[in-house]
């Protein structure tokens, strides 16, 4: 954007040149014009083109923007009419050529500008999109039945969404497996409740792939299965990482009648 607006003022000075200012302004900030750039703001300035801020100063590190632009080609045509017996036909239909030169490249620049834009916008949209899969690390602990309280083991959970019913709602499916020989699995009916806050409840069935004397969600010998319902909710703490709750209810008489598993996940 600062060449072309250079070389669009550039072009303007060449077609105002035999133009002469009463004064040349000095601005408050003159000594931070760039030594290349002061001619072509000494001539702006004399011809009236361009006169500063409100404090006296010219400001060179700040961005021009469309509408201050639109102030110093209108002052320039001012300053033509005004003097229109100073400057011949080529000199006129040099200042037009080069405003219109300059307006087409900043349209040009501006289609460009916006369309880097949208797909800034479209790159951050699929970077903070919400991910559907994780696969997390718990603690199981089961409560009531003849142990009142158990420590019941470790576990790997996961969750896999099979299917979106809406911007809001989808279908999961829950895999996982604990310490205590338990294989587990359940598909959930998910709501997202915001971008980092899921809801779910579902249902699903556990089965014990070995002898063990604490079973968590079965009686812990080989081959129970038990059918149980679930309820959660998922936090995202940031794109990858996230922690969970969830609570599992035994349908049938096991060890346990509730069995809570709370645990920190990562997403892909």
Avoid at 59 to 87: F, M
Avoid at 226 to 248: H, M, N
């Amino acid at each position: 954007m600062k060449k072309i607006i250079i070389s669009g003022v550039v072009g303007l000075i060449a077609a105002l040149s035999n133009t002469t200012g009463a004064y040349a302004q000095e601005y408050r900030d003159s000594e931070d014009v760039a030594d290349w750039a002061k001619p072509y703001v000494e001539q702006l300035t004399e011809m009236g083109c361009y006169t500063g801020y409100a404090d006296n100063q010219f400001k060179p590190q700040w961005s021009i923007t469309r509408e201050e632009l639109a102030v110093v080609l209108a002052k320039c045509l001012e300053t033509v009419e005004a003097n229109n017996n100073k400057y011949t036909q080529e000199q006129v239909a040099l200042l037009k050529k080069d405003i219109e030169v300059l307006q087409a490249r900043l349209e040009a620049q501006d289609k460009k500008l916006q369309d880097q834009a949208s797909s800034l916008e479209m790159t951050q949209a699929e970077m903070f999109k919400k991910r559907d899969n994780w696969v997390g690390v718990g603690i199981q602990n089961g409560l009531g039945g003849d142990s009142g309280f158990n420590i019941g083991a470790v576990s790997i959970d996961s969750k896999l969404r099979v299917l979106n019913l809406s911007d809001k709602l989808g279908v999961s499916f829950r895999p996982g497996y604990n310490t205590a020989n338990e294989a587990y699995a359940g598909v959930s009916l998910d709501y997202d409740a915001s971008d980092n806050i899921t809801l779910y409840a579902g249902a699903g069935a556990a089965v014990s792939v070995a002898d063990d004397f604490f079973g968590v969600l079965t009686q812990g010998k080989s081959g129970d299965v038990t059918p149980f319902a679930q309820t959660g909710l998922e936090l995202d703490l940031s794109r990858t990482v996230g922690i969970y709750t969830d609570v599992k209810v035994p349908l049938e008489d096991v060890t346990n009648d509730l069995v809570i598993t709370s645990g920190i996940y990562m997403q892909f």
